[in-house]
């Protein structure tokens, strides 16, 4: 079964800390997709990768094939970062995006 | 780039009257096009999706209906709507595996 995972699903953080987001997948996958989500709803692709590592700007993107496993990580976090940062997998052979439960995140000043 | 329109971004409607809800895409030709659902405290469920004109897939038995009667447009329906398909629309598009373009949402209460 095409399944992601995503942990914590809730995380609380104080203004500069470094934020990272997990999240596993079952089966093989041709894409990772790392989505951030703000509280009107609208959705933003951040990342899609399928090997290695990709930056942009604060956030960073990680994969590790042979785990199942992706990584998302934020530096120096500020709270207009605060939002609920999605996990989404293509499985190989598929034609749709599978959703991970999601990670709420809120950054205090 | 591609773009997604999605309309109306909020409705207000009672138990057993209509629903449509409509998808358009600028930018690309022939894109899979997905229609998903978000309870409030939840996931994103997919409902729907298409690979083509005509051409429709169901996930999860319910309440609605979808249809794309043109290549760029993706229509979201039902006849007569239920107190559990209150919720938050999204219509997403592109080409698997490559990158999804999502719309702004469209947020249901049914009453």
């Known amino acids: 079964k095409n399944e992601v995972e995503q942990s914590p699903q809730n995380l609380t953080a104080q203004e500069g800390e470094f934020i990272t987001i997990n999240c596993s997948y079952s089966v093989g996958i041709s894409a990772l997709h790392w989505l951030q989500q703000h509280p009107g709803g609208g959705i933003v692709s951040l990342f899609m990768?399928?090997?290695g590592k990709k930056k942009h700007g604060r956030l960073i993107a990680t994969i590790n094939i042979q785990e199942k496993h992706s990584s998302l990580h934020i530096t120096a976090s500020h709270p207009r970062d605060s939002a609920v940062y999605i996990c989404a997998a293509t499985f190989q052979g598929a034609q749709k995006l599978v959703f991970g439960q999601g990670t709420r995140l809120t950054i205090n000043p | 780039s591609q773009t997604i329109h999605q309309w109306p971004a909020t409705l207000v409607q009672p138990v057993g009257s209509p629903l449509s809800l409509e998808c358009t895409v600028e930018?690309?030709?022939?894109?899979?096009l997905y229609w998903y659902r978000q309870a409030a405290g939840r996931g994103l469920q997919l409902l729907f999706y298409?690979?083509?004109?005509?051409?429709i897939s169901s996930e999860v038995p319910q309440n609605l209906s979808a249809s794309r009667p043109q290549d760029r447009q993706f229509i979201l329906s039902s006849k007569k709507l239920l107190l559990s398909d209150s919720g938050f629309y999204l219509c997403?598009?592109?080409?698997?595996?490559?990158?999804?373009?999502f719309g702004e949402g469209s947020r249901l209460t049914v009453l």
């Open positions: 997403a598009g592109g080409q698997i595996p490559g990158e999804l373009f």
């Open positions: 990768l399928s090997s």
């Open positions: 930018g690309t030709s022939n894109p899979n």
């Open positions: 298409s690979v083509g004109i005509g051409q």
